[in-house]
């Protein structure tokens, strides 16, 4: 056996890390234009101004302040790295490689400046039309997702964000306005990036108390019906829609063979990864919903139409990323990880990147044979990839033989998988273009086959240049998975 004949190769983007043009056409602000840059040792703040004129900078804004773009700071969201007046140059070289997908996202605020509009803003739906107009010419499948970290200031000002139940409607309105537009253009849909980060990264921001998982689950629930509603919606407009969820894929492992270890090891997969999935791809709440909403004395707002919605709305598509595994266990242990998006114990077994991430293909292997067993639904990889330092040469060349080793081994691990019974159709490799870094804001954490000229502190031409893994890859695409071998120009 062998990768599918209409397997879907690509990449895989997000708008608010790549496209740009962050005020024009009639955009409004996200709180990703209102956040700093960052690195591995220093954390991404938000800026704010507070009605007596004075200006800030932290984690989050104060309750008696507003976001605000602050003179003398760096924002590198605000450009990106301007997809928005490059889309011609970077689709046709998309089409060079011999994409057969491109996973994108539609920026929220682009749409509806406020979030709360009844009315689109024409000029922001233009901007997509004329994109998958140029897809199209290349016959390349746009993947689309609804919400990629990207909600518009004013509704988490104005409205607490996904603490606040109107947010469903709003965002199925946003939705249903996509549906419409673009339902001779796109195909398949995905509505929330990662979802199950908003569990995961509290154990990373360390407010893991009682009221902060109050919270998240309650966002959480509020995403899941949103999702629901919007998958019954899009079926309605264009029964071919192919709708998806999206799942942070983080593997786990138990560090030892002690039945505290395991458990621990299972609990966290419940918590992790098969509580979203579960509600997208099965219609309700798991069993273990129970344990794990009252460890934190979690009281949900959660009403019979919406457990109808769940039911309503379920996911023809189950969609994840992945990139590393990880390591659980009860025990002490100096062996500790700690980096963008990584925390725990150090797999002994495993190599780690300059960003402390492992590199486990066998765990990319493991997932999808666990995930397809649980859901028996088509399964994408949607992104993956080596975060490293390039180097571009005078020549115009820049060789990453690291990220062609990652990648090989990867798809050498999803082809295995397909051997062994899982329906995958499709893999989008992340930041096919270097973008900037949703944990740090660099720049120098490229995941790219294309580099982009632009640095952390947004000096550069964005001029673009085909690396080494460009050629690799198109040979990839064109042999559909078959060879491997590393090719250049």
């Not at 599918?4 to 990703?32: D, H, I, V």
């Not at 004129?53 to 760096?74: C, F, M, S, T």
């Not at 640095?455 to 998975?481: C, E, M, P």
């Amino acid at each position: 056996m062998s990768f599918p004949k209409e397997f879907l190769w690509g990449g895989a983007t997000a708008a608010n890390q790549f496209e740009g043009a962050y005020k024009e056409g009639g955009r409004g602000l996200s709180m990703m234009d209102i956040t700093t840059a960052g690195s591995l040792d220093q954390s991404r703040l938000v800026t704010y101004k507070f009605e007596d004129g004075k200006v800030g900078r932290g984690k989050v804004i104060p309750k008696d302040a507003k976001g605000a773009v602050l003179p003398g700071q760096y924002y590198p969201n605000h450009i990106g790295v301007d997809f928005y007046h490059h889309y011609k140059e970077d689709i046709a070289l998309l089409a060079d490689m011999g994409f057969k997908v491109f996973r994108m996202s539609i920026s929220w605020s682009r749409i509806f400046p406020h979030g709360d509009e009844i009315q689109p803003n024409q000029k922001g739906l233009a901007f997509y039309h004329s994109v998958f107009q140029e897809l199209k010419k290349y016959d390349i499948e746009p993947l689309v997702t609804i919400s990629h970290y990207e909600t518009p200031l004013y509704l988490e000002e104005h409205y607490g964000g996904w603490s606040n139940r109107k947010m469903i409607d709003f965002y199925v309105h946003f939705a249903k306005t996509l549906f419409k537009e673009y339902k001779n253009e796109v195909k398949y849909w995905l509505t929330f990036n990662e979802i199950n980060t908003t569990i995961m990264f509290l154990e990373l921001s360390q407010e893991s108390n009682d009221q902060a998982y109050q919270n998240a689950y309650q966002q959480l629930h509020y995403q899941y019906v949103a999702s629901a509603k919007a998958v019954y919606e899009g079926h309605q407009i264009n029964s071919q829609f192919e709708i998806g969820c999206m799942i942070c894929g983080i593997v786990s492992y138990p560090l030892t063979s002690d039945p505290k270890d395991i458990l621990a090891n299972r609990y966290a997969w419940e918590k992790n990864i098969f509580y979203s999935g579960d509600v997208q791809c099965k219609g309700s709440y798991p069993s273990f919903a129970k344990r794990l909403w009252q460890e934190h004395h979690v009281e949900l707002d959660i009403t019979e139409s919406d457990l109808s919605d769940l039911k309503k709305g379920t996911v023809d598509l189950y969609t994840f990323s992945y990139y590393m595994s990880s390591v659980i266990t009860t025990h002490d242990n100096d062996e500790k990880v700690g980096g963008n998006f990584s925390m725990g114990v150090k797999n002994p077994y495993l190599n780690y990147s300059q960003w402390q991430w492992a590199d486990d293909p066998l765990g990319l292997q493991y997932y999808l044979e666990m995930i397809y067993d649980r859901y028996h639904l088509p399964l994408m990889v949607v992104e993956n990839g080596l975060g490293a330092i390039d180097k571009l040469e005078k020549d115009g060349k820049v060789h990453d033989p690291y990220r062609i080793d990652y990648m090989r081994e990867h798809i050498k691990a999803m082809e295995v998988a397909i051997d062994h019974g899982v329906n995958l159709i499709g893999y989008t490799s992340w930041g096919c273009i270097d973008l900037v870094s949703a944990g740090t804001g660099q720049m120098s954490k490229r995941y790219g086959l294309i580099y982009v000229d632009r640095d952390d502190q947004g000096n550069g031409t964005l001029a673009r240049y085909k690396k080494d893994s460009f050629y690799w890859y198109k040979n990839v695409i064109h042999s559909n998975g078959q060879d491997l071998g590393q090719r250049e120009e």
